[in-house]
């Protein structure tokens, strides 16, 4: 029997449309990190304001942590080319 990780769980809730607006604002919080594809689709224009207030600052951290991590990992790839000299 399989069983179901709770941020798919909470992924699922996230989306479906048919559940009250701040019940699905509780269920994208408790993603521990939404995926970019799921909050670009809560940022469609057929999602309510607030859903899409929320996905659109989830969204706006998650850049922020993949430009902050390319950013390190391209200063340690050039410190590591620097010492092999």
């Known amino acids: 029997m399989s069983q179901l990780n709770p941020d798919r769980v909470f992924r699922r809730l996230a989306k479906d449309a048919r559940l009250p607006v701040r019940d699905r604002i509780v269920a994208l ?24 207030f929320r996905a659109a600052q989830l969204y706006a951290v998650a850049i ?12 340690e790839s050039s410190l590591t080319q620097t010492d092999n000299r």
């Open 29 to 52: 919080n408790a993603i521990t990190r939404p995926s970019l594809g799921l909050l670009r689709s809560l940022l469609a224009k057929n999602v309510p304001s607030k859903l899409q």
């Open 64 to 75: 922020a942590r993949r430009n902050l991590l390319r950013r390190n990992a391209h200063a």
